[in-house]
């Protein structure tokens, strides 16, 4: 796993900077520790941190094809290149390395850009074709690698793996983005395409770039979705022996490595399938690694070891204290812009103890949305039912009465939490869903934001990113779809970007099998009652797996990868949380209604309402704006970017 880095001239072939080429590349020393490699001809630089997993000695990058006309630059890994390699041979090319990253070279040589048509893996990579004076930009299926960009007035366009080797560039504006920022309260992460900053974008998952000196900037070009189109007949014995098989394949081609390699293991049903699936490839016993937590509401660390045991693994364990909350300036600075999810807490620490064993791990990513594990899609599914008996223009009325009269229960189960169902009911069903995932709501949000702020919004709404995707899913099953609403942007935004941060942070190579997009293909065609199935969610998955794991792995109700932030704020972080949310650097932004900011922590920390995820959202944007403007730069900045956008 590696981090890249770029600088293209679109108008012309200016020399590029090698310092600044070398300063953007030395930002991301933490994805590539092992070796570093620059690349500048007239117009254009390509740069390269590598973590050295496949051919140690020989695939240093950015890397040539035989007449160096063909640079690239390469984060992730193709698995298939062992297939692909000698398919290009037979076809003239020859290859001077046995690594996966001359396969993309040649490909590009042989098929143009369809050539990411051909590839299994997870990516991210840049590639320059001096012959054709192209510069070609492309990300995985699934978006497990990132991948982000900028063009500059000047038209200078710069690329990176983090927004961090942007940041590095001398005249990067660092304008925040308002849109983002009402994306970010209400997702907990900014959702692709968008970054916090205006001058900054990411390439979405399953799509490429492609830019030629002289012409104008183009839009990113999808070249694959997420299919959901329904198997033929499958009976349910046929359908849980070839997920078997499937996941087997998925994980044996990610066992490839010339250095330590192992397993996240949680003790929930996705890790312990990969670690199932992984003690039946290999004659040595697998490494696994888990962290523990004091308190038993978040400790999952015995059935962790139930499944170690089973299978003999080599098995790793960490305790992490109840105020693991040091780490909140570290994520900070891993995220570049403001990620609210709080489980990257344990995410960080279990990346660093499967280092100090491993240097590639396998994880269980993507069950969830792809086999429908959440407990969101059977409220949905009740949800939907309950407005299939009435027309909106009576659900609208009437469930907005109750639930504007009904009390909010904070502390009770979601499905016993009427105002929040009756809010479901009261909208059509991507506004009701975006309602259920949202980590503040519209009406909270409203609340948080300053007058001036909602108007500089201009009538933008979040849940646009989610009806832009819904008009564009390839199914009309209600499951279905929000299955691909929560692919295109929880999984990408959310899950897959913490991961991604959490492990390169600590030089960590992680591989997901079940995002394997042959898998993915498979599994979103299987019937919807096949993944949700009564209340079970995930049913053929835990069907297909019942002679692997026990009952009590397969069983048990979710536990989720949590931290006990409601109990910080009321407790050891209660004046912490005062003095970031209420002190200047947020005042100073001009985005939130100061007052309302003071109300949500004085009846948090009271007892009275429960706003701990709100105000971990808020404390997570507090940290963004010290981490990028440098503690005291907000106050002068934000006011300049406020006053600006209000001439």
Not at 72 to 78: M, Q
Request: hydrophobic share 40%; charged share 25%; aromatic share 10%.
């Amino acid at each position: 796993m590696c981090g890249i880095v770029g600088i293209f001239d679109l108008r012309a072939q200016r020399e590029i900077d090698p310092q600044v080429l070398a300063r953007m590349n030395q930002t991301q020393l933490h994805r590539g520790p092992d070796e570093g490699g620059l690349h500048t001809e007239p117009g254009v630089g390509l740069g390269h941190r590598r973590l050295s997993i496949i051919d140690l000695s020989s695939g240093h990058q950015p890397l040539f094809n035989e007449d160096g006309s063909v640079v690239v630059a390469f984060n992730g890994e193709i698995y298939n290149y062992v297939d692909l390699m000698p398919e290009l041979q037979q076809l003239g090319h020859t290859f001077r390395t046995h690594c996966d990253t001359e396969v993309i070279v040649h490909a590009w040589e042989e098929w143009g850009e369809a050539c990411v048509e051909r590839f299994r893996g997870m990516f991210a990579f840049a590639l320059w074709d001096r012959n054709k004076e192209t510069l070609f930009l492309a990300r995985d299926r699934l978006g497990i690698k990132p991948l982000y960009y900028g063009t500059l007035p000047d038209g200078t366009f710069l690329f990176g793996s983090e927004l961090k080797s942007l940041l590095a560039y001398p005249d990067f504006p660092r304008e925040i983005d308002d849109c983002a920022v009402e994306e970010y309260f209400a997702y907990g992460y900014v959702p692709e395409p968008r970054t916090i900053f205006n001058g900054a974008r990411k390439l979405p998952p399953a799509h490429t770039l492609t830019l030629r000196r002289g012409q104008a900037m183009p839009l990113p070009q999808e070249y694959w979705d997420v299919p959901f189109t329904p198997h033929g007949p499958i009976s349910e014995q046929e359908a849980q022996e070839e997920l078997v098989a499937r996941l087997r394949e998925a994980v044996r081609i990610r066992l490839v490595a010339e250095v330590p390699l192992g397993a996240f293991l949680s003790g929930g049903v996705d890790s312990s399938a990969i670690v199932a699936m992984m003690a039946g490839l290999t004659n040595e016993p697998v490494n696994t690694c888990s962290i523990s937590f004091g308190d038993p509401a978040f400790n999952e660390a015995a059935f962790a070891q139930k499944v170690a045991d089973r299978y003999h693994t080599r098995h790793y364990v960490e305790q992490v204290e109840s105020d693991d909350y040091d780490l909140i300036d570290t994520l900070a600075g891993l995220y570049d812009e403001p990620f609210a999810d709080s489980s990257a807490i344990p995410t960080y620490r279990v990346c660093e103890l499967a280092k100090k064993r491993v240097t590639v791990a396998l994880s269980g990513d993507g069950g969830d949305e792809n086999l429908a594990g959440y407990r969101r899609y059977r409220y949905h599914l009740y949800e939907e039912r309950m407005r299939a008996l009435l027309p909106l223009g009576i659900r609208k009325p009437l469930f907005g009465l109750l639930g504007s009269l009904y009390p909010k229960a904070d502390w009770a189960p979601k499905v016993l939490r009427a105002q929040s169902t009756f809010e479901a009911l009261a909208r059509d069903p991507v506004e009701g869903y975006f309602h259920s995932v949202s980590v503040m709501g519209d009406k909270l949000r409203d609340k948080l934001f300053s007058n001036p702020f909602k108007l500089r919004l201009q009538g933008h709404r979040a849940v646009d990113v989610m009806r832009r995707h819904a008009d564009r899913a390839p199914t009309d099953d209600p499951l279905s779809r929000v299955q691909y609403l929560d692919i295109k942007t929880y999984l990408a935004g959310d899950i897959l970007t913490k991961v991604d941060r959490a492990s390169m942070a600590h030089a960590l190579e992680v591989r997901v099998p079940i995002l394997d997009h042959k898998l993915v293909e498979w599994m979103s065609g299987l019937p919807s009652s096949y993944k949700l199935h009564g209340q079970e969610g995930k049913y053929i998955f835990k069907k297909a797996l019942e002679s692997y794991l026990p009952d009590d792995i397969l069983y048990r109700p979710k536990m989720g990868f949590s931290v006990p932030l409601a109990s910080w704020f009321r407790g050891p972080l209660r004046q912490r949380v005062r003095n970031a949310i209420l002190g200047e650097t947020l005042a100073s932004t001009g985005i939130f209604d100061m007052a309302f900011l003071r109300e949500m922590v004085d009846q948090h920390q009271s007892g009275l309402r429960d706003y701990s995820a709100s105000l971990w959202t808020i404390l997570m944007f507090e940290a963004f704006l010290r981490n990028v403007f440098h503690v005291q730069a907000p106050s002068c900045e934000m006011a300049a970017h406020r006053e600006a956008r209000s001439t």
